[in-house]
């Protein structure tokens, strides 16, 4: 059944700070709400549980991208055409930008926000791979002040995350420079434009020039409750060479390390595969 | 509360919910009903509108993020009398056929042609990745944007 519309409340804070203020005078009372492609598609079938919004669209502070020697923060407000046309982006963290291209399609692109994407805590968002595999920290903002925190620790269970009542997503950090030599990114879904991910795998790796793997990154999306670093495959890769029991082997360490579920996209045998199937594609790819 | 914005060069003011969506206040408040809509969860495209010059799923934006900004919608791209070079392009190649489609068709055609005045096939799949049509198979409708851009140019 639709959502009766008047049973909603949104406000429109003049600043950044009227938001933190309002959030925390009573925490809980408010849920921010940004371009709304996740809310409103919700909205729309009736539920929606939380009434109250603050439309936080305007804010400026949360739709820059700031390119700095060592790192590039790019505020939650981004939407992913403007991840899409940063060049900075598009030059260094080139997941991200396969991320957002996949996302829905143009008219989704121009309005859904990389903080959006991340507070609507699903584990098939599209963007949370890559973060996870470029190691990003997360930015989050109260009126108390900001707190970093690496990406790879936010997400703790399904829909559920470190993120108080009190704060909202300020931004994302991305380190520049971190020597990776290889990059990939690989969503599985029914169709390349608007389909939501079956398996999601976004990896990156440094190998030397003896073909050894220095260190890997490995990002998994829709094979967890939550959007996965799969440490425990990484682990095993550390330092090995690049040789087919090696691929086995990791292979099988990333099987036992998700925990994949039978819903309406897929099911769980097909996500093991799949899942499989990618870490080794990328594995494959380190050779060259 | 409140909304006052443009819609085809026109102010408009309207009295609203402000989660109302976009779409219906078209429809219901301003009898722009050029507009429509389809599955209502942004995977159809038959309710994109241009907000800010920016394609947008008039179904999932609230309307009181809508303040201030400027709405065009199929009965602001061209009359019967005077049509948009992009609506004469669909009608010469077939691009409508039931007609539920087509006005997010056109503006999604709008958007891709002004980011990309000359987009090739691949670019024009893109380009209107979002919107669905059951009826013409989409070929008829890529031509329509092809020979839009050759018109435009």
Known sequence: MRAFVPDYEMKTPESLNETLQLLARQPGEWKVFAGGTDLMVVFETGKLAHKKYLNINGIKELKEIAVNEEDVMIGAGCTYRQIQENPVIRQEFPMLVDAAKLTGAVAIQNRGTIGGNIANMSPAADSPPALLAYDADIILLSIKGYRVLSYKYFHQAYKQADLRPSEIIMAVRLKRNQGMTHDYYRKVGTRSAQAISKVCLAATASVSRSQRIEWVHLGIGSVAAIPLRAVRTEHFLFQKSLTPEVFNEARKTLLAEITPIDDIRSDAVYRQEVAGNLLTEFLESLKS | ?153
């Open chain 2, 1 to 153: 509360m409140k909304v006052e914005f443009k819609l085809n060069g026109q102010d408009v003011s309207v009295e609203a919910p402000p989660m109302k969506r976009l779409l219906d206040v078209l429809r219901e408040e301003l009898s722009a009903t050029g507009t429509k809509e389809g599955c209502g969860e942004g995977e159809c495209g038959a309710c994109s509108v241009m907000m800010d010059q920016v394609l947008v799923n008039s179904c999932l934006v609230p309307i009181s993020q809508c303040s201030g900004v400027d709405i065009l919608t199929v009965e602001g791209l061209g009359t019967t009398e005077d049509l948009h070079p992009i609506q004469q392009s669909f009608l010469e190649c077939g691009g409508a056929q039931c007609g539920i489609c087509t006005p997010g068709m056109l503006m999604a055609s709008l958007e891709l042609l002004n980011r990309n005045p000359n987009p090739n096939e691949a670019q024009i799949r893109e380009g209107l990745a979002g919107n669905l049509c059951r009826c013409t198979g989409y070929m008829k409708i890529f031509d329509s944007v092809k020979k839009a851009a050759e018109v435009l140019k």
